[in-house]
């Protein structure tokens, strides 16, 4: 099942790129892709190495394929429709559309590869969040309590109904494992390039994603940049969300400290 839909995925993209994206004539970014993924999804496979080889080709050949999305986007604005010679039935609206099939394929594809939550957001996850809350009358257990920006909150940052029951710590940690592989999900979707880039790097958008929402992801320049691979940039990114409320909140500024530190280790 999951090779059927990588190689189809790989079809549909190839499709459109040699055809939608006039480059017909080019090598196919997808001949030189395509033999190591089939053998990186060999059921007969020894290496997990050889599993995760292929992600940094995929990861370059979504790229392109962006890139020239936008590229072609860019020569149809400037060029009236009726002069649009060899056009029939291309749009810029296509583009919305190539796209979403990119990020689908993303999704199913280089995605599944990186389904375990790296060590590293875990940590940070229980640094910054903190199992506590834990009324001395009640050992053990952590309550609903509000967090600094306003949220009711339970447990390593699960958000949760004022009236939630008292959790233990091995409820809280399930809560966290649950709402951490949402985050890894989220992140891969609007980050796909972090799926080829060391597990620091994952973690720290990782982290955001979970501290703040998909939704300031998805929308953020911090997405752009890391799409970019521009690391100090994305970095200076991640410094400006430390507001909560409406005021600096001095334990976001040290968690988007150490997440950066994580996401430039290797820049």
């Known amino acids: 099942m999951r090779q059927s839909a990588h190689l189809a995925g790989l079809a549909e993209i190839d499709a459109f790129g040699r055809r939608d994206l006039g480059h017909g004539t080019e090598p196919s970014l997808v001949q030189q892709t395509l033999p190591v993924v089939r053998e990186a ?24 394929l962006l890139r020239r999305v936008e590229r072609r986007d860019d020569l149809l604005l400037q060029t009236p429709a009726h002069q649009r010679p060899g056009q029939e039935g291309l749009h810029l609206h296509t583009a919305s559309r190539q796209r979403r099939l990119i990020c689908h ?12 939550v790296p060590k590293t957001a875990i940590e940070l996850a229980k640094r910054f969040e903190g199992f506590h809350r834990v009324p001395k009358t009640d050992p053990g257990h ?12 339970i447990g390593y940052g699960h958000l949760c109904e004022p009236t939630h029951t008292p959790i233990t710590e091995t409820e809280a940690e399930a809560y966290l494992a649950h709402d951490l592989q949402t985050a890894l999900a989220t992140t891969l979707r609007y980050c796909p390039v972090l799926a080829a880039e060391p597990d620091g790097r994952l973690s720290a958008i990782v982290d955001f994603t979970f501290n703040l929402g998909a939704g300031r992801l998805q929308t953020s320049t911090l997405r752009r940049r890391v799409n970019q691979r521009d690391w100090v940039a994305a970095g200076q990114e991640l410094r400006r969300w430390v507001y909560g409320g409406g005021k600096v909140l001095p334990g976001l500024v040290t968690r988007r400290v150490a997440e950066a530190a994580w996401l430039l280790r290797n820049a």
């Open 142 to 153: 952590a309550h609903p309590y509000i967090c600094p920006a306003g949220y009711w909150t």
């Open 41 to 64: 999804e060999c059921p007969h496979q020894e290496s997990v190495l050889r599993h995760l080889a292929h992600l940094p080709l995929t990861a370059c050949l979504v790229q392109e």
């Open 105 to 116: 394929w993303v999704t199913l594809g280089v995605a599944t590869f990186v389904s375990e």
